[in-house]
DNA sequence: ACTTGACCCTATAGTAACTATAGATATTAC
DNA sequence: GTAATATCTATAGTTACTATAGGGTCAAGT
């Protein structure tokens, strides 16, 4: 099949596809004598082990790990559960943060006043004092 | 006070102040003989303001507008409170799909057999399955 | 045969919000 | 005077793609 069918039946976009193939997720595929690019079953298996990947938010580079396992399975497997492990972690902190962040948001949201008067405007008098935030809990800057 | 200063005094990265004012949320302050920036108070407090922003998830394009607003306040405010509350209902989205990542990576972890072999590594199979997924709820693709 | 349109190709640049690097100049400390 | 530190500019790198430009290939219709 063709990268237009392979994207369809992915659900990857075509440029995606050719991404992940310089990035070298994805094997260099056979070509049309067209210079088109001709996939088969596997290619669309090793797609869609991708996709799922980067859908629990593994990264390219991590990801290529895992594939290279794929290739050539080792006795050893427990990193794999350690990197899952690591991901939930991660996952938990960025939950946290956003919990943070959402405190500190709706606190500033309850500092309108209402008044509709830009001087007095209480959002923008809350953001000029930044030192409110050291005692509930600092933001990460990012 | 030099740009070392300001950087120490605020928490803010001296390359980050130079990209703020590249990117006009700062003005390009006066120069000493030696061509250094000079900054004053009205710059600390302007970049207290600004990381403040930051700190809040707003982005250096939101943060521009406010900084308009600061410098030369309009009568109405309402679009302040409404931009909080859409970052307030962004950040409830995040916190969503993070929980939904959450929870799939954690039934993955648990298709790890623990029996230390390659070939069977749960985790792997579970991977190439990416049908599994469409039944609890499709994660985002970022 | 010709043209239209859909699909495909490569290479390059753009995205966000910085961060890192290289190479030059200025100031400060000893 | 010299060495260390701080600053300057300009450019490129980061992540995971996405967009654009400029062109080639292929199947169908006239």
Redesign the interface.
């Known amino acids: 099949m063709k990268i237009g069918e392979l994207a369809e039946k992915s659900g990857c976009k075509v440029v995606t596809i050719r991404y992940y193939e310089k990035e070298g997720l994805l094997p260099a595929p056979e070509r049309t004598e067209g210079n088109y690019r001709l996939y088969g079953a596997k290619d669309l ?1 090793r797609l ?2 991708i ?7 593994m990264r390219p580079a991590e990801i290529r790990d ?1 594939l290279l ?2 290739d050539k ?6 990193w ?2 350690n990197l ?2 690591a ?2 972690a991660d ?2 902190a ?2 946290a943060s ?2 943070l ?2 405190k ?3 606190r ?2 309850g500092t ?1 006043g ?1 008044e ?4 007095l ?1 209480g ?2 008098r809350s ?4 030192s409110c ?1 050291a005692s509930c809990g600092r ?3 990012s």
Do not use: N, Q, Y
């Not at 996709?51 to 938010?57: L, Q």
């Not at 509709?116 to 001087?119: A, F, H, I, L, V």
């Open positions: 298996e869609g082990f996709m799922h990947c980067r859908e629990h938010g895992l396992f794929r399975p080792r006795r050893d497997c427990t794999i559960a899952v492990d991901h939930i996952v938990d960025k939950i956003l919990e962040l959402k500190h948001l709706e500033l949201r309108c209402g509709r008067e830009g001087e405007c959002i923008m953001l000029d004092d930044r935030c933001l990460p800057a």
